[in-house]
């Protein structure tokens, strides 16, 4: 395992090294332009920057640590070393956290700097605690896609199931708020005050970085209480992504021991993949739906449809998928009948 590790810094220097000065260049611009000017004050659009930063780093890194196994040649020479496929598994995890550590504490830096320079920052102390809360938010992002692409078989499903995922939560979370206000008067959502945002899978990264950014300045008496929500909502999404980083991680050692590499380049069937991605993405997006008519109802259907073929690989659907069909399309109707009718 040290010897892998090792191996591993050596592969990753030059690109920790590349992500560094890309990523601390794109700092410096947005911070001195102010790209990300959604609040109009620069220094709370500064948060953004390190979102973004921790966002597409932990992004880019998933997808480069797992490509070899989306080659057949990739997985051969990989199964070939004198390692058990877990610490292997668990030295590519490892190798890429230890980049996103590199490059995002180059860029923060980077960032500080440009920030110090043009602005007043009244507390340095919330700049470090950007710093470390990014560090476990990269982490649990970076373990979620991490699962997400493993899961694939081949590049083009873990790019777009990756982004089915980044989508699922949203609306199950607000599909399951929709059905308990409805029928048992139980809202969680707006009982609570939650931000929505905070169970997009991202979504604790831009609350919590917002939290302290606004702290860098001081705080105005009259944006107190929003102040406090952020930090709220940001630890609640925090603490919800840590239950699920757990389950995953479960889930992943065990299809580790199960999984077998001669699925290279095959339909990615696993579960967590266009099997549950489908049904559970059509099924709650549709629920969460302002407006419902007749050619919403087909256009749903139809999607379904495409995103079967695109998982078949196939016009004609197989028996399951079309079983899997006529679940979408009686949910849906469901759907129209308690909550889209008088």
């Known amino acids: 395992m040290k010897k892998m590790l090792k191996l591993e810094i050596k592969r990753h220097g030059s690109l920790a090294l590349a992500l560094s000065i890309i990523f601390m260049i794109l700092s410096i611009v947005n911070i001195c332009f102010n790209f990300f000017s959604f609040f109009g ?44 496929k877990e610490k292997l598994y668990l030295g590519k995890f490892l190798a890429g956290y230890g ?10 830096l980077a960032a500080a700097i440009a ?19 990014n560090l476990l938010m990269g982490l649990l992002f970076y373990g979620l896609i991490f699962f997400i692409v493993y899961s694939q078989n081949t590049m083009v499903d873990a790019i777009f199931n990756v982004l089915m995922f ?24 707006s009982k609570w005050n939650l931000d929505v945002l905070s169970f997009f899978p991202f979504g604790f990264i831009l609350l919590l970085n917002q939290y302290f950014s606004m702290g860098l300045e ?8 929003e102040w406090h929500a952020h ?39 696993s579960y967590f993949s266009y099997r549950v991605m489908i049904p559970a993405l059509t099924i709650s997006s549709m629920l969460v739906m302002d407006y419902i008519n007749a050619f919403t109802y087909l256009f749903f259907l139809l999607l379904a449809y495409l995103l ?15 079983i899997m069909m006529g679940v979408i399309a009686l949910m849906n109707l469901l759907t129209v009948i308690n909550f889209y009718t008088d």
């Open 41 to 84: 004050n620069p220094i709370e659009d500064s948060y953004l920057t390190f979102s973004m930063n921790t966002i597409l780093l932990t992004g880019f890194l998933a997808f480069y640590e797992l490509q070899f196994k989306m080659k057949k040649v990739g997985i051969d020479q990989m199964y070939a070393l004198p390692i058990k």
């Open 99 to 108: 980049t996103f550590i590199v490059a995002f504490t180059s860029s923060f």
């Open 115 to 133: 920030l110090s320079c043009r602005y007043v920052v009244y507390s340095f102390t919330y700049l470090f605690l950007i710093y470390l809360s």
């Open 166 to 189: 980044l989508l699922l939560f949203e609306f199950v979370i607000l599909a399951m708020d929709k059905v308990l206000s409805n029928w048992f008067q139980i809202r969680f959502i």
């Open 218 to 225: 001081g705080v105005e008496s009259a944006r107190m209480n």
């Open 231 to 269: 930090l709220r909502d940001g630890m609640i999404s925090a603490i919800f992504y840590v239950i699920v980083l757990a389950l995953f991680a479960l889930a992943f050692f065990y299809k580790l021991k199960k999984d077998k590499p001669e699925k290279v380049n095959q339909i990615s069937d």
């Open 308 to 322: 079967y073929v695109m998982y078949q690989r196939k016009l004609k659907l197989n028996r399951r998928s079309w």
